[in-house]
C-alpha cells in the first residue's frame, strides 16, 4: 500500500498568510524526505529536503518540520503568495545514498491561494 | 539551462500502435527515470536507470520498455498501447550515486491512447 500520505487533498488559504500542509509516512526506516512543487502543466520542482537526523530545516519562505515519533513531516509556507498554488508532494526513500528509484511520492495536495 | 527536454508534448494514439516518448538532459546526470502520473495515484515510478548501459524496473513497468544508450537520452516505448496509458507521463534526472535523491523533472507528455 501508499506508504506516503497526505492527510488533505486540498488546502485554501488567504493570500498572505502562512501555510501548512502535511504527510504522514509509515515506513519507520526512511532516511531522507524531499518536497516539491507542481504547477498546472509543468513537471515537479524540488522546494527542500529533510535528513532524518534533523528535525527542522529551512529554505526561503519554507520550513519544513520532521516528527519521527509519530512519523509526520511538514511544509510550511510563510506570507503565501498566489505564485504559490500548485499540487505539493512529499516523498520518502528508504537507504538514501543510491539512486532515487526507491523514493515514494505521496498523492499530493493543491493548495489554492484565497485572494 | 535547457535541463531535461520531454517530446512530444502530447499525443493521440490508436490503441495496438507503438509510440515512443523521447526524453533527453544536458546535466550530465548518471541516474534518469520514466514516471507516469494519474489523479489519485500520483507519481509511479515506471522504469530507471543508474547508468548508461543498465535499466531497471520500478513499480509499474508492463507494457513498457526503455534503453540507455548514452548519458543523455532515455527512450520510454509502449510496444503496443492500450488505453490503461493514457497518462502524464514524467522523465527525470538525478546524480546517482548521491548523498540526496533530488530528482530534476521533464515538462511532461500527456498521452491520450484510444
Known amino acids: 500500500g501508499e506508504s506516503v500520505g497526505l492527510h488533505l487533498p486540498t488546502l485554501s488559504v488567504q493570500e498572505g498568510d502562512n501555510s501548512i500542509i502535511n504527510c504522514a509516512y509509515s515506513n519507520s526506516a526512511s532516511d531522507y524526505f524531499i518536497w516539491y512543487k507542481q504547477e498546472s502543466g509543468k513537471g515537479p520542482q524540488f522546494i527542500i529536503d529533510i535528513r532524518s537526523n534533523m528535525d527542522k530545516r529551512q529554505g526561503q519562505r519554507v520550513t519544513v518540520l520532521l516528527n519521527k515519533t509519530v512519523k509526520h513531516l511538514s511544509l510550511q509556507i510563510a506570507a503565501t503568495q498566489p505564485g504559490d498554488s500548485a499540487v505539493y508532494f512529499c516523498a520518502e526513500i528508504t537507504d538514501s545514498g543510491g539512486g532515487a528509484d526507491g523514493l515514494t511520492f505521496g498523492k499530493g495536495t493543491h493548495l489554492i491561494i484565497q485572494p | 539551462i535547457a535541463g531535461i527536454t520531454q517530446a512530444p508534448t502530447s499525443q493521440i494514439l490508436a490503441a495496438g500502435r507503438r509510440m515512443t516518448l523521447r526524453c533527453t538532459q544536458d546535466m550530465r546526470h548518471n541516474a534518469m527515470y520514466w514516471y507516469r502520473q494519474d489523479l489519485g495515484l500520483g507519481l509511479r515510478l515506471i522504469h530507471y536507470s543508474n547508468t548508461a548501459g543498465t535499466t531497471g524496473k520500478g513499480e509499474v513497468p508492463d507494457g513498457y520498455s526503455v534503453s540507455r544508450a548514452n548519458t543523455d537520452d532515455f527512450p520510454l516505448t509502449l510496444a503496443s498501447a492500450v488505453p490503461s496509458q493514457t497518462s502524464v507521463y514524467f522523465c527525470?534526472?538525478?546524480?546517482?550515486?548521491?548523498?540526496?535523491?533530488?530528482?530534476?523533472f521533464g515538462s511532461g507528455t500527456q498521452l491520450s491512447v484510444l
Open positions: 527525470a534526472s538525478s546524480e546517482w550515486p548521491a548523498t540526496n535523491e533530488k530528482l530534476f
